[in-house]
């Protein structure tokens, strides 16, 4: 018991390094990839975690156009896909730390242009899905999901430290909150059509503030910089005089 207890510990802090997790789920959420990094087969790598969890994207879009050319019970896919690219995901980066083989700059190129590959898909099968104008709803997904990512590397830029959070809402609660959206589509047909703009304009909201932090982050950095600056000016006047 006592070694499980380690192993768990140590696993726990081998997976936490280099990212700062703020969103709601995050207790769990660490806990349980802490667990499945140490399940992972030895012949299964963080780049064939990667191209699970997109895989699982894909699916999610399938389930979209079969929802709209089959019959909407297939819509119900898309929790599998969500499962599915929450594994590959969630454990990709983390199983590198996990056994000590990180590519910090590698994983992070790689991290960061699979998931907007898979959000682009999910966008995409939405708009084949919804009728009307409604398809805007799936665009103005993409662009503010896509703000969010911005917003997070512009944080690592600026503040040194990577989250891939949003204040208290990260990718888990999105896959979430969209799983929700679908499960009501299936059960109250049109009803997706509403809720799925709700969530845009939730994300709106997450992201202004998100982003006036961020300024607020940036704003501090040029102060303390400028401060520097012109103490190193100070200490060359008095070295000359």
Known sequence: ??????????????ISTGRQRTNLLRGWE?????YLVQKVPAWISSDGLTAIGLFGNLMVATSFVLGAYVNRYWLLLSLLGFAINWYGDSLDGRLAYY??????????????TVDWIGTLLIGTGFTIYAPGIWKYAGFFFVVLYGWEMITAQLRYKIGGQYSIDSGIFGP???RILIATIIIFEVFIPGSIKYLATAACVFILISNLVETRNLLKIADER???????????VKNIHKENA
Request: no cysteine.
């Open 1 to 14: 018991m006592n070694i499980n207890k380690l192993k768990m510990a140590k696993s726990l802090r081998l």
């Open 222 to 232: 040029d102060k303390e910089e400028l401060r520097l600056k012109q103490e190193e």
């Open 172 to 174: 888990t609660e999105v």
């Open 30 to 34: 660490q806990k349980t990839i802490a």
């Open 99 to 112: 056994r000590n083989r990180p590519r910090k700059w590698y994983g992070f190129s790689l991290d960061v």
